[in-house]
């Protein structure tokens, strides 16, 4: 798998501390045991045959399993190890997990962690991801997915906009206002009393990227629909004023822990899940008891 990564057999041996004539023969090993050639090889490129792709579920399988037995009967008290990959979306990832991650890195201080912080959605089962972090409505019923905790959104602007052009109080006043919004996006979703209502926004100014949104609308650009955890700092602060509506407030999302797998999560994976909640008992309300499972089918899709 690190070699697929990668995509070169040395590279994945320097990775796993191994030589990369060792490396070489002991996917010689496997493939002459399996009896059919796994990856494609040449001096400057490596790939998966369609034997290599229909086997490597099953490999990865099998070392979730190697380590769930290793950590079964390590002492108590030593923290989890192995290597953990972790994918969360640029902003939330560098503004929550990032931080947290030196602290937990020294109480496990046989753990390897490899961190992915990206706005594209990725695809966890084939990078091989342990645990991905996301705020969204999920969509891909393969997935296991936890909740870990409600993610209130807030509409902010900064005092230079609402010096020049005046703060909205009412969803039809938003119509007049310059929104800055995410790519492909044409709706902000409120809630007006019992019902969730669909408003359509414009604005000249859209991003893929959460922080470039953030940046503008720090910049006075125009009015954010962002979640609390990206703007209470600056909210507290004075650089951007919060922006309560008389007849609806945002929709509030809900920040997932998904797996790639409905077998058991490993403990690293769950160590990690643990040290999070932590951190987002102290940013945010509403957490889930600790251990509510929601299956594939009853996630949310959009």
């Known amino acids: ?4 990564k990668s995509g070169s057999l040395a590279k994945a041996a320097g990775r796993l501390g191994l030589t990369a004539m060792s490396a070489t023969r002991a996917l010689a090993a496997l493939e002459k045991e399996l009896g059919v050639r796994l990856v494609h090889r040449t001096t400057r490129s490596l790939s998966s045959t369609a034997e290599g792709d229909l086997f490597l579920p099953h490999a990865r399988a099998m ?4 380590d769930n037995g290793l950590e079964a009967i390590r002492p108590r008290g030593t923290g989890v190890s192995g290597l953990l990959r972790i994918t969360a979306s640029a902003a939330f990832g560098r503004k929550v997990v990032a931080p947290m991650i030196p602290g937990f890195m020294d109480d496990n201080p046989d753990l390897q962690v490899d961190l992915m912080f990206t706005d594209e959605q990725v ?5 091989g991801i342990d645990v991905a972090i996301r705020i969204a409505k999920l969509r891909d019923n393969r997935l296991v997915a936890r ?6 959104r807030r509409l902010c602007a900064s005092p230079a906009y609402i010096a020049r052009h005046g703060a909205p109080t009412t969803l039809a006043e938003l119509d007049h206002h310059a929104c800055l919004v995410a790519s492909g996006t044409s709706h902000w979703t409120f809630q007006k009393g019992s019902r969730s209502v669909q408003h359509r926004i414009s604005g000249r100014l859209t991003a893929n990227s959460i922080e470039a ?4 609308c720090m910049a006075g650009q125009g009015i954010a629909n962002l979640s609390s955890w990206d703007v209470d700092e600056e909210i ?7 922006l309560v509506l008389t007849d609806a407030a945002p929709e509030a999302l809900a920040i997932w822990a998904v797996f790639p797998s409905s077998r058991q ?16 008992n102290e940013r945010l ?9 929601v299956s594939p089918k009853a996630l949310p899709q959009g």
């Open 123 to 127: 695809d966890i089962v084939a990078r």
């Open 213 to 216: 949104l953030h940046a503008s």
């Open 265 to 280: 999560i490993p403990a690293k994976a769950r160590a990690f899940i643990a040290a999070l909640r932590t951190v987002l």
């Open 63 to 66: 070392l979730e399993a190697r």
């Open 236 to 242: 507290r602060a004075g650089r951007l004023a919060e």
């Open 147 to 152: 909740k870990l905790a409600d993610n209130p």
């Open 1 to 4: 798998m690190e070699a697929l």
């Open 285 to 293: 309300a509403g957490l889930v008891e600790p251990g509510e499972d």
